[in-house]
């Protein structure tokens, strides 16, 4: 476990977007994954341990409460793209990008997405994790995995063009 | 923002970027891609937001917090080593052990290995394969490697069936004859004649039964056929428009037994 450390903290600091939670989620995640692990029986520990930091963040204060979180409707079967998951109406994630843009880093780019977009693009880009780890770990559906990563992407590659632009 | 055109394929395309493709859906991209400019866009967009991202965004653990955390395992830690105090000194319970020394999985190269396949996919020619037999009993060898006999492990057809989906341009027919005892294990993905296929793993008590499906090219039933390569039996028939080969070191006779139960199984 210990070799993932860094993978927790990763994942905790970019879904909290702040230090100090990020450390009290990988407290409390290495706490639930040391009581756990004695029965833990799979292969792949580095996913484990961040379903579980993911658990620890989503439940501890800030993101239990919905504030942030932008529900998404699951899409269809996987290697569809639904429009609406493209182009969504909802909380306009592209406005808060826009907001961002002029700091023009990539950093404050993703922290300015959405969880549910930014959450798989951090597995994805820092974590190199398989769209299969990234399913489990959020409890997601591939298809809708890969959908999010899209739209991630897309909005990050167009809000860094248009403030390239201005 | 417009909504832009879109194509149903602009997801392969990010996969492929993510590796996620086996060579047989990235040749058929390619073939894809070369003719549809909205997919050629998008290639261009994830290309740049991959740029936009680089390994100085990674929060690797401060030392100060990682001091912290260490100091909070190891006061967790100390109810159950004195517990277990019979045992040597400190960390050398197994289970301490494996948690302190499992390594971090290789991630990258899958990509470099995915690329090059499409490119050997692209690039080869099959002609025609010569022995499908040969193919079949290296294929199963290969798979009763430790580790690489299912991707699927599940004794449920209606887990199996739906994990091929997406990875395979066919519904491969799944079915559970446990009560013939040959229960099903799993399944996982296989390349056999040039072609990807699909390959359920079933058992008689300690022998693993590979059995390989693919569509086949006429559709009229052929009746089962029973070869021997390498000390290995085989059992090829075909069904319902697909090619099936069964093959094992069970004895021959009870590998037809097989093919006759899989045959009548609804």
């Known amino acids: ?166 | 923002m417009t909504a832009a055109p879109e194509c149903d394929h602009v997801l392969l395309v990010q996969a492929e970027l993510d590796g996620e493709l086996d060579a047989a859906q990235a040749a058929a991209l390619l073939v894809h891609r070369a003719q549809c400019p909205i997919c050629e866009a998008a290639a261009a967009e994830l290309a740049r937001a991959r740029a936009l991202i680089g390994q100085d965004l990674y929060h690797a653990m401060p030392e100060d917090v990682r001091g912290r955390i260490m100091a909070q395992i190891t006061a967790a830690q100390a109810p159950r080593r004195a517990a277990d105090s019979r045992r040597a000194a400190s960390p050398a319970l197994g289970w301490w052990r494996r948690w302190l020394s499992e390594w971090r999985l290789p991630a990258a190269g899958f990509g470099l290995g995915a690329a090059c396949a499409a490119l050997l996919a692209v690039l080869v020619v099959v002609p025609r394969p010569p022995d499908v037999a040969e193919e079949i009993v290296s294929g199963h060898i290969r798979a009763l490697q430790p580790g690489h006999l299912e991707d699927v492990p599940s004794t449920d057809q209606h887990t199996v069936k739906p994990w091929f989906d997406g990875r395979i341009d066919f519904a491969p027919p799944v079915k559970d004859l446990a009560a013939q005892r040959f229960p099903l294990r799993g399944g996982r993905l296989d390349y056999i004649a040039g072609r990807p296929v699909a390959a359920l793993v079933y058992q008689r008590d300690k022998h693993v039964i590979d059995l390989f499906v693919w569509p086949a090219s006429e559709s009229a039933a052929r009746p089962a056929e029973t070869t021997e390569r390498q000390g290995y039996n085989a059992v090829h028939w075909t069904q319902d428009g697909m090619n099936l080969w069964a093959v094992s070191d069970l004895e021959a006779g009870q590998l037809r037994e097989f093919a006759e139960d899989w045959r009548r199984s609804p």
Do not use: C
Request: hydrophobic share 45%; aromatic share 6%.
């Open chain 1, 1 to 166: 476990m210990l070799p993932h450390l860094d993978a927790a903290y990763n994942l905790a600091r970019w879904l909290m977007r702040d230090a100090a939670a990020a450390e009290d989620v990988v407290q409390e995640a290495m706490l639930r994954a040391l009581t756990y692990f004695a029965s833990f029986k799979g292969v792949n520990p580095r996913a484990w341990l961040l379903q579980i930091v993911r658990n620890a963040a989503y439940t501890s204060q800030g993101l239990d409460r919905g504030v942030e979180f932008v529900p998404i409707a699951a899409t269809g079967e996987p290697g569809t793209v639904a429009e609406d998951d493209l182009v969504s109406t909802a909380d306009d994630p592209e406005a808060v990008l826009i907001k961002a843009r002029g700091e023009r880093q990539a950093r404050d780019l993703i922290a300015a997405l959405p969880i549910e977009l930014r959450e798989p693009l951090v597995l994805r880009e820092l974590e190199e994790m398989s769209y299969k780890e990234i399913a489990e770990i959020t409890r997601t559906p591939i298809g809708t995995v890969m959908s999010r990563l899209f739209r991630a992407r897309r909005l990050l590659a167009q809000t860094a063009a248009r403030s390239e632009a201005t």
